[in-house]
């Protein structure tokens, strides 16, 4: 079958990579406290398992899996438990975390660099190995990776998607992630395709990275069933359902998961620590991320550990440049980011980034708004073949039965493309987000009162 290049719809923004894309990366070891949220996944938070006054090493479990959709939680640094407390998290709400004093030292809890045959790992064991290691999905959502790899039907796994493409402006790990550890990345999705007999591994990168393209290509060379797809540089080409549009051909509303059209999809940095996990028994606490903006002093890529300080690591990383005034804080990047009201927050296994911005995007545009042209540009970008003008109508006027039924606006991605493309500078993504918000919390209130 030959594979599309792009899918439907989607925009250019400016990437700013040239920021951060050459700078390779490097370990970061922070010196303060570290807090490690018990809500790091998609599903039920993790239970403490120390208590304060307990000393704890690197990939030691702290906290363990609440529920099949659920994580493990290990420490990435060694010291002594301080509190389980609240504190703030990047949410803005106060959330329970176990805070642990960082004795600097980083004593490992094993010896992680001794691998194992892979010939003598069992499937089972490779399954069991990946949630004992509490991976989770580093590409942002966060969603438990032993879950993801249980499908109810493993025979009927046509693809597994390496996700490469690295979309969001701004963010540079993944890419050099893939430069520095292409061989392993390809040794996780050998085991990955050991549980699915029918399946081909497909790592698709955007095509403005001919770096890694290269690296990965040479590292999948002779690879049975395993092949690197370049794909067309655009927004959201890195979204889950637009990999999937483009390689398998399909569509499927929201309310299906990708393994329900024949395919799984994993980020390239989840894929090494399904790597790390089989073949050494390493816990997940520490990930690629990328710290830049045209507000920080000296932009770069990092191996950073669960539960490090944002502010800490912009600190180390020399600041902000002189003379340039903060405007907004993003964890991740500009067109799916969410703003931060502080960087006194902890790190958290999904995060992949933090863009300080000198200009205010959301601000600008807010001051240059108008009414809807009706020109219908937003249609034409939407990734989902959706209708945002008259969406946005539809929430404006409260009418939830015509947005969720007729207009299919729960199956909105809120990848933004929309907004960005607007001529009238609206803010759709945004009313689509409080829109799916309140249909959510009126289903909520009328299943409450019908008990």
């Not at 989902?384 to 207009?407: C, I, S, T, V």
């Not at 009238?424 to 409080?434: C, S």
Request: with cysteine; hydrophobic share 40%.
């Amino acid at each position: 079958m030959t594979l599309k290049d792009t899918f439907r719809g989607g925009v250019h923004p400016a990437g700013h990579k040239e920021l951060s894309r050459e700078v390779p990366l490097r370990d970061f070891l922070p010196t303060g406290e570290m807090a490690f949220p018990l809500s790091q996944h998609i599903g039920k938070p993790a239970k403490p398992i120390v208590k304060k006054g307990d000393t704890v090493l690197v990939g030691q479990r702290i906290a363990e899996a609440d529920g099949f959709v659920s994580a493990h939680i290990a420490s990435s640094c060694s010291g002594t438990v301080k509190a389980i407390e609240k504190r703030r998290v990047l949410s803005g709400a106060m959330a329970d975390c176990i805070v642990v004093d960082n004795d600097g030292q980083f004593t490992p809890a094993a010896d992680f660099n001794a691998r194992q045959d892979p010939a003598a790992i069992t499937n089972d064991e490779l399954l069991r190995r990946v949630q004992e290691a509490g991976v989770v999905g580093l590409g942002g959502a966060g969603f438990p990776t032993h879950v993801k790899l249980k499908p109810r039907d493993a025979a009927a796994i046509r693809y597994i998607i390496a996700n490469g493409a690295e979309c969001e402006p701004y963010l540079t790990c993944n890419d050099q992630l893939m430069r520095v550890k292409a061989n392993e990345i390809v040794e996780g999705l050998q085991l990955m395709l050991r549980l699915f007999p029918n399946a081909e591994g497909i790592i698709a990168i955007e095509d403005n990275k001919p770096v890694a393209i290269a690296a990965m290509k040479q590292a999948a060379a002779g690879k049975d069933k395993i092949r690197v797809k370049a794909m067309k540089t655009k927004y959201p080409q890195g979204g889950e359902r637009s990999l999937i549009q483009a390689i398998a051909g399909v569509d499927f509303p929201v309310s299906k998961l990708p393994a329900d059209v024949g395919c799984i999809v994993e980020n390239v940095g989840t894929i090494y620590a399904i790597q790390r996990a089989v073949l050494y028994n390493e816990p997940l606490y520490a990930q690629c991320f990328t710290l830049t903006g045209e507000a920080v002093k000296n932009p770069g890529n990092y191996i950073v550990r669960d539960g490090t300080s944002f502010a800490e690591l912009l600190e180390a990383a020399g600041g902000l440049k002189e003379g340039v005034a903060l405007k907004k804080a993003l964890v991740g990047g500009p067109m799916m980011g969410i703003a931060m009201g502080s960087l006194n927050v902890p790190i958290q296994k999904q995060n992949n980034g933090l863009t300080l911005l000198a200009e205010d995007p959301s601000e600008q545009a807010e001051a240059q708004m108008t009414a809807c042209l009706r020109c219908g540009r937003c249609a034409t970008v939407c990734p989902m073949g959706l209708l945002p003008q008259l969406m946005a109508e539809a929430a404006l006027m409260g009418n939830y039965d015509r947005y969720e039924k007729k207009l299919y606006g729960l199956e909105c991605i809120q990848c933004g493309s929309c907004s960005y493309i607007c001529p009238a500078k609206r803010p759709l993504t945004q009313t689509f987000k409080q829109m799916k918000a309140e249909i959510l919390a009126r289903r909520s209130a009328e299943g409450g009162s019908k008990k």
